[in-house]
């Protein structure tokens, strides 16, 4: 069984900053891609930030330039800093990983539980 779990959401002034971890456990074998989505109420989830196991990076284009994303592959474990934070970074933040289990021949998408981001004065 894998899990995936974040932590450090909250609540933040606009123009302050947070950051996201999330760290992956269990029957793990290998993990391609870990990314970090978000969804904010009525809206589709959206692609935030994407790391490649090699360190290549993708970022929306809203948020490029105030958000970094990184990843420490020993401990499975990817990061998402966000600074210069915006009322429309409002959402639920949601990690993804790429992965193959111990317990199956393929890679697939597991994603964690969401964690809640709120920017307001």
């Known amino acids: 069984q894998v899990q995936l779990v974040e932590s450090g959401g909250g609540l933040v002034q606009p123009g302050g900053s947070l950051r996201l971890s999330c760290a992956a456990s269990?029957?793990?074998?290998?993990?391609?891609?870990m990314a970090w989505y978000r969804q904010a109420p009525g809206q589709r989830r959206e692609l935030v930030a994407d790391?490649?196991?090699?360190?290549?990076?993708n970022y929306a284009d809203s948020v490029k330039g105030r958000f970094t994303i990184s990843r420490d592959n020993a401990k499975n474990t990817v990061y998402l800093q966000m600074n210069s934070l915006k009322p429309e970074d409002t959402a639920v933040y949601y990690c993804?990983?790429?992965?193959?289990?111990?317990?199956?021949?393929?890679?697939?998408?597991?994603w964690g539980q969401g964690t809640q981001v709120t920017v307001s004065s």
């Open positions: 993804n990983a790429d992965l193959l289990s111990t317990r199956s021949a393929h890679f697939r998408d597991y």
């Open positions: 269990g029957s793990i074998f290998s993990i391609n891609t």
């Open positions: 790391i490649t196991s090699g360190g290549n990076t």
